[in-house]
Nanobody, 116 residues
Framework: QVQFVESGGGLVQPGGSLRLSCADT????????MAWFRQVPGAEREFVAG????????YYDDSVKGRFTISRDNAKKTLYLQMNDLKSEDTAVYYC?????????WGQGSQVTVSS
């Protein structure tokens, strides 16, 4: 059963911006810290950004710090990732899930391609 539905990806030029959304179809969104992850073919899925249950604390991988902003709307059960100043190395499929294990089932992800 799919719990997370990611959207908002696409093709963007270097330096551009995108905003990803993740809708949680489950029941416990507001009770869990959440995160964004990304994966490129042949590599492990990696952590990008995380946020506490009420959004008062955020965490970023060094590679995206200062460019990406994670946020959440608990009333809408939605997680966001604002991505600015995108680089070619940000190209990946982006997923949302719980920040801490055990993870819920993974959604289909949202493809982000940064290319001129």
């Amino acid at each position: 059963q799919v719990q997370f539905v990611e959207s908002g990806g696409g093709l963007v030029q270097p330096g551009g911006s995108l905003r990803l959304s993740c809708a949680d179809t489950g029941r416990a969104f507001s009770g869990r810290a959440m995160a964004w992850f990304r994966q490129v073919p042949g590599a492990e899925r990696e952590f990008v950004a995380g946020i506490s249950r009420i959004g008062d604390s955020t965490y970023y991988d060094d590679s995206v710090k200062g460019r990406f902003t994670i946020s959440r709307d608990n009333a809408k059960k939605t997680l966001y990732l604002q991505m600015n100043d995108l680089k070619s190395e940000d190209t990946a499929v982006y997923y949302c899930n719980r920040l801490l294990r055990p993870f819920a089932s993974w959604g289909q992800g949202s493809q982000v391609t940064v290319s001129s």
